[in-house]
């Protein structure tokens, strides 16, 4: 039987035309909120038991359908494929083929309206669940890296040129920072997705005995929502939930995109698995970043989303408009995207090679000494200014040499400046340059193993 009958009708002389039929339609994305319809629906119908709205009896058989309903969703691929018009149309008609009339009875004191804010709340609280559960195995999967190569050292870069040697290491913790706010972020939206409107009905509120508070309680909702109209149009969950996928994806695309010059033929510092890449049609010798591409490329979509629900959400008069229909697609692809993004970069850095002597090379050439030559004529008593106007020489004098500043001999040194003696070298080692950065948030190796056990111990916790 088909269950395309609409929830209205008695106002009705006419059908509706099938076009914008179909174009009202929600179903063919909304079912995704079956299972969180269903939660609530039976929640809803103890609470109407204990209105003395449905009898003992009454309750029983609803709900026993309701699982029933789930159950034929999730073994019957079939059994959804159909033409409601959306989850809350679905459930209804389904409920009625299997226990007539009585399923009818479900639906009073409840809207549509107060259903979906309250479907889309419980399945974003899980999404987000979820999604903290993928950002912290991205942050294992720095740390693992961070920890296989805590020797490594590479080039840090300013304007994308050679600026100061870092750890490798420092560079994964700088990731995995990001990705501790957007745990943060998502946390914090959760406090506020986590409120129920259920009860608010239409718009005005419901005018049965139904216990809100119980009713919150069951679903595990913090409290219940303070203001029908304002329960029933807000959406601004759904923004703060897209705007913190949107910046996990700003985080993500930004590592991507740093993986991706890192692993050029240029910089040649990583190389991707085999696993996560792929080769050209035409080049045999390609060997293609695409997953990293794609993570940075689907980055767009995401903030798209974001100024989509800003834009459909701005000048709505209260209380709902179909209008806000268009949240779920926005809110579903994000997390998606997100979802997707997340577990293809962990495991991109799960599998990545690194060439550490390209690395190391590339870290101890292009004069990355110089602010250490500068420091160390400040603390033989010579301004910052005046040692970097001398130091700014010397690298002129080293590049026409074509050698590094520790290449150049002494006497040389010495014409630019006299307060240079031999004791220079010392501080002009890689090593060196790294073991100065030893205040907090340095790359000193020992400040970064402080970090990294810091930032596991974050994560245990
Ligand atoms: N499918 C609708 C939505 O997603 C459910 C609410 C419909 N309410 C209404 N009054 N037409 O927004």
Redo the contacts with the bound molecule.
Sequence with gaps: MSKAKNLWGGRFRGPADEGFAAFNR?FSF?RRLLEVEVRASIAYCAALKSAEVLSDDEARRITAALHEVQNQAETKAKYINDES????SFVEASLVELIGPTGLKLHTGR???D??ATDLRLWLRDAIDDLDGLVAAAQEALLAFAAEHSQTVIPGYTHLQRAQPILLAHWCLAYFEMLARDRERLADARKRVNVMPLGSA?LAGTSFAIDREALARELGFREVSRNSLDAISDRDFCVEFANACALIMVHLSRLAEDIIIYATTEFGFFELSDAVATGSSLMPQKKNPDSMELVRGKAGRVFGHVTGLLATLKALPLA?N?D??E??EAVFDSFDTTTNCLEVTATVLRNITINEARAREAAAHGHMNATELADYLVRKGMPFRQAHETVGQIVVHAIKRGVELQELPIDELRALSDLIETDVFTVLSVDQTLGTKSQTGGTAPLKVSEALAAARKSLVE
Excluded: C, G, L
Excluded at 85 to 88: I, K, S, T
């Design positions: 929600s909304d018009e959306d989850v809350h809207s549509r309206n259903q979906v239409a709902y179909k806000m229909q949240d779920k």
